[in-house]
């Protein structure tokens, strides 16, 4: 087993993450802090968030800044705000023991006044977001002359959001000579430009190869039509009251929607997107690092970056257009070596899209079921019997409360007791009503055309069309695949 102490780190660093209560080093960890401590030259790591790549380029990039030169030698490129506070926040940590190292985050939403002048000391590592840094490179407020790391966190997020252009003017103003980090969990073709263009016979080492997706994660999938997801995501959290999770929707609006319909139901739920305001979104993020609150609704967008390290599941409540974005999701459970679930809401036009993202992520779905009134009863009941059984009592516990317990309780027999108890605890229980809500697809399916039939007839023509391309059977899965599309894309606006 490697340990953090075969990397090649100062004892200084070692003792902050030790602190830190980082125990072994993670994959990338392992291979990453021994290449970067000692090989000058451009580095490329493939790997997911979650996976500990903060520290994997954040503590070779400590060790290797001169404290004594006042100039930015370090610039960490992340693509949102909430990534490059947490990059800030973990550089600080990790840097508890060493020499003074000043560390500053420059991102947009923001004051760029406020930046300007917090720039105006020395900085030896820059933490920004694309679009802000060039703002500051145009005011000259920064300084990257001297820069001898450059650290692209998340590239392929950054290339996402539409940060190319500003990433090319970026890399015009930094020295030739100086060493890049690339991070990213996936190599589109915009990140294999940057690599062609700007580094140089880069060391590429590459985390689950075989398995892009973290394989602490149990990716599950269930079938559930659009009128019903809301009461089959309120079944499953019935299920697990203690579940901490991050819900998926594709819309500011759907997002808002499903979170006020998740607290009036006493669900602890807030919403998290771009109608909000940052100091809203800092708010929303603060409860929920804080436990104050356990859903959280979200928006791709406004997801990114989330560093909670304690979530049991993620939900797909609708799936994303995208395989990495299936991926970032889920990878926002099973972080740091923890387990975790992710379930997919799947209705009858997502089955080829999961299809392809099983094909795609090389993922085997497991399909799951939406919890019964009968189940959720059975696995709370069960789990308060496991939780009473651990119980130990106090060996000082007042004996005349006991006896007075039992006095109480003295006529009744066991199972009666125990039948009071269970019903008592069943009241807790919040199980809805006793409707199964799973559905046959095949049966949807069949309703689905017969009524658009029904409507196609009314409407002459253009249902005729419908009718003799189904009856041929020539375009059925392309019409249907059509529909699908076009229905998302002129009912939904995307975050
Ligand atoms: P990252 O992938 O850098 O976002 O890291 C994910 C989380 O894992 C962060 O909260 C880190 O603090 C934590 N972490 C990183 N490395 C380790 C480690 N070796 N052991 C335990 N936790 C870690």
Not at 231 to 245: G, K, S, V
Request: proline fraction near 3%.
């Amino acid at each position: 087993m490697t340990t953090f102490d075969q990397l090649g780190l100062s004892s200084q660093v070692l003792k902050a993450i030790e602190q830190l209560g980082f125990e072994k080093p993670t994959d990338i960890q392992k291979e990453a802090i021994p290449v970067l401590l000692s090989a000058d030259r451009d580095f490329i790591g493939l790997a997911q968030t979650g996976t500990g790549k903060t520290a994997a380029f954040g503590l070779p990039l400590l060790e290797l800044l001169d404290a004594d030169n006042p100039n930015t030698q370090g610039l960490i490129l992340a693509p949102t705000r909430e990534l490059g506070q947490q990059i800030a926040e973990q550089i600080e940590l990790y840097s508890k023991y060493l020499k003074r190292v000043n560390v500053l985050a420059v991102y947009g939403g923001a004051s760029i006044v406020v930046q300007m002048k917090a720039l105006k000391k020395p900085r030896h590592v820059i933490i920004a977001t694309p679009g802000r840094l060039l703002d500051l490179i145009r005011r000259k407020a920064v300084n990257l002359e001297q820069l001898q790391y450059l650290i692209l966190d998340e590239a392929d997020e950054m290339v996402n959001m539409g940060f190319k252009e500003e990433l090319d003017e970026i890399l015009k103003h930094t020295p030739d000579e100086k060493i890049t980090w690339l991070f990213s969990a996936t190599m589109p073709k915009e990140i294999k430009h940057i690599v062609n263009n700007y580094m140089d016979n880069p060391y590429e080492i590459q985390i689950n190869r075989e398995d892009r997706v973290n394989t602490n994660i149990a990716h599950q999938y269930v079938q559930v039509e659009n009128k019903t997801k809301r009461d089959a995501l309120m079944r499953f959290m019935d299920i697990d009251p203690e579940m901490r999770c991050v819900v998926f929707c594709r819309t500011r609006n759907d997002t808002q929607e499903l979170a006020e319909a998740l607290a009036r139901k006493k669900y602890n739920a807030d919403a998290l997107h771009g109608d909000l305001s940052q100091a809203q979104r800092d708010k929303v993020m603060g409860r929920f690092k804080n436990h104050q609150l356990d859903i959280l609704v979200a928006t791709d967008v406004a997801a990114r970056g989330i560093d909670v390290n304690d979530l049991t599941h993620v939900f797909h409540y609708s799936l994303p257009d995208e395989a990495q974005y299936y991926t970032h999701r889920s990878g926002r459970t099973a972080r740091a070596g923890k387990t975790g679930t992710s379930i997919a809401f799947v209705n009858s036009r997502d089955v080829r899209k999961l299809k392809f993202l099983a094909k795609d992520l090389q993922i085997d779905f497991e399909q799951v079921l939406i919890p019964n009134s009968d189940a959720i009863e059975s696995v709370r009941i069960e789990k308060w019997c496991i939780d009473v059984l651990a119980k130990h009592p106090k060996s000082n516990l007042d004996e005349e409360l006991l006896s007075k317990a039992l006095m109480i309780f003295g006529n009744l027999s066991k199972e009666e007791l125990v039948a009071k108890l269970v019903a008592r605890e069943l009241e807790k229980v919040n199980t809805g009503d006793s409707k199964d809500l799973n559905q046959d697809f095949h049966k949807v399916q069949t309703e689905h055309r017969s009524k658009r039939r029904a409507r196609g007839r009314g409407r002459g023509g253009r249902g005729r069309g419908d009718r003799d391309r189904n009856r041929s059977g020539n375009f059925k899965g392309k019409s249907k695949g059509g529909r699908g599309g076009s229905y998302n894309k002129s009912k939904r606006r995307k975050d």
